[in-house]
C-alpha cells in the first residue's frame, strides 16, 4: 500500500476546510449501534450486508478524522488514501485487514463475490476493536 504523503501528492487526497467530521463521526456510530442491534440476525445469507454496513461504519469513522485534519479523498484510489492516513495510528496488521476488508467488501459489491459468515463475524469483532482506537 501507498503512503499517506504519496496518495495527497498524487492529488487523491486534498486540503479541504469545510470540516464534516461531527456529522460523518455520528452517522458511523448510528451503523455501529445498527449492527450492535442486530447482530443476532446474522447469517450466510446476508452476510454480505453485514460485512458491507461494518465497512461504512469503518470508512465513515476514517472520512470523520481525515476531515478533522483538514483533508478529503476522492477518485481512483481515495479508499486507499484514507486507510493510509492511519499508517502512524495503527499497526500495520490491522492497516493489512481494512486493506482486505476493502477488497472483499468490493467484490461483494461490484462483482457480486459472496461473503461468509464466518468471514462477517471476523470483520465485526475487528470493528469493535478498531473502532475503540479511532474514536
Given amino acids: 500500500m501507498k503512503s499517506f504523503k504519496d ?12 470540516n464534516k ?4 463521526k455520528e452517522e458511523s ?3 455501529f449501534f445498527f449492527l450492535e442491534q442486530t447482530a443476532a440476525l446474522l447469517s450466510e445469507q446476508n ?6 454496513l461494518t465497512y461504512d461504519a469503518i470508512m465513515l469513522l476514517l472520512r470523520a ?13 481515495a479508499h486507499e488514501a484514507e486507510i493510509a492516513f492511519f499508517e ?8 493489512a485487514m481494512l486493506d482486505k476488508l ?23 469483532a475487528f470493528a469493535k476493536e ?6
Avoid at 21 to 24: N, P, Q
Avoid at 70 to 77: E, I, N, V
Avoid at 130 to 135: D, N, R, Y
Fill in 7 to 18: 496518495y495527497l501528492e498524487g492529488g487523491v487526497v486534498k486540503r479541504r476546510f469545510d
Fill in 21 to 24: 467530521s461531527k456529522a460523518l
Fill in 29 to 31: 456510530m448510528n451503523k
Fill in 47 to 52: 452476510a454480505n450486508t453485514f460485512v458491507e
Fill in 65 to 77: 478524522k481525515l476531515s478533522e485534519a483538514g483533508y478529503k479523498a476522492q477518485g481512483l484510489g
Fill in 88 to 95: 502512524d495510528a495503527l499497526e500495520k496488521k490491522e492497516l
Fill in 102 to 124: 476493502r477488497y472483499y467488501r468490493n467484490g461483494s459489491v461490484y462483482y457480486g463475490e459472496k461473503l461468509t459468515e464466518g468471514y462477517a463475524k471476523k470483520v465485526i
Fill in 130 to 135: 478498531i473502532k475503540e482506537k479511532l474514536v
